[in-house]
């Protein structure tokens, strides 16, 4: 599934530990890496240090590919000067990518873009699944992957994730858990009357169901299905810290309407509060 694998880096904590994920998952799919540094073209319009910044993005992307050949990972680098999430998403299309793996946050400061927006608005807009990590400091390692979480809330955008999910819990023999959180709070007073509630919880165990059913034909070892009430993010990382959990993997958009909340709001937020690994996939338009 996934051959080429795309490493952004400004040479944060974040982005470092981005390297190692995406590391052993080249390890493990036999795939190739793409390194890649952006200088801001806004930030080297009003600093005389242009020349600077463009080396240090030369110099970044060479330590990556320095780590990475060491494992004998096929590696491939390079700089672009142009607006952050415009430069990974342009090269993901040029170079065929099949996943972005970068950090959550980034350097701060006038000569660096905060990778923390860039990285928002390539989950939001990138047609490859994004695997967002956080820098060792903020948790531990959790590769290789044992135990995957698939929240889902039955629409076709959250089932876009099921796909990568299953063919990952293969590749790593990981377990699969299958969640559906019903927001009530959303519902309003009236979701405790018996048929709302009913309803509600119908359609979400056909949605774990569904994931249980492809988990299964792909011969994934073990699949666990949940369903819980109350904040879908917060459901999604309790469940996450109860059960161990080493990766999300979630669709960026789901339902919309007063009958279900907005997955895609869910997995902004997921991505920024979730203590382990997440990755958003895009549903294909």
Known sequence: MFDNILVPTDGSDCAQAAVGYAEDLATRYEARVHTLSVADSRTLENVPQHDQIKNERVDLVARAHNELSESGIPVEQAVRTDIPHKAILTYTSEQDIDLIVMGTHGRTGVERYLLGSVTEKVVRLSNVPVLTVKAKDDGEITYPYTDILVPTDGSEGAEAAIGPAVDIAS???????????????????????????????????????????????????????????????????????????????????????????????????????????????????
């Open 171 to 285: 590749t790593y023999d990981a377990r699969i858990h299958a969640l559906s959180v019903i927001d009530t709070m959303a519902m309003g007073t009236d979701v405790g009357s018996g048929a709302i509630l009913d309803a509600l919880e119908e359609s979400a165990q056909s949605a774990v169901e569904t994931i249980e059913e492809q988990a299964t034909q792909a011969s994934v070892s073990a699949v666990e299905t949940a369903i819980e009430h109350g904040n879908p993010y917060r459901g999604i990382r309790s469940y996450v810290e109860e059960l161990d959990i080493d990766l999300v993997v979630m669709g960026t958009h789901g339902r919309s309407g007063i009958e279900r909340y907005l997955l895609g709001s869910v997995a902004e937020k997921t991505v920024r509060t979730s203590p382990v690994p997440v990755m958003t996939v895009r549903q294909p338009e």
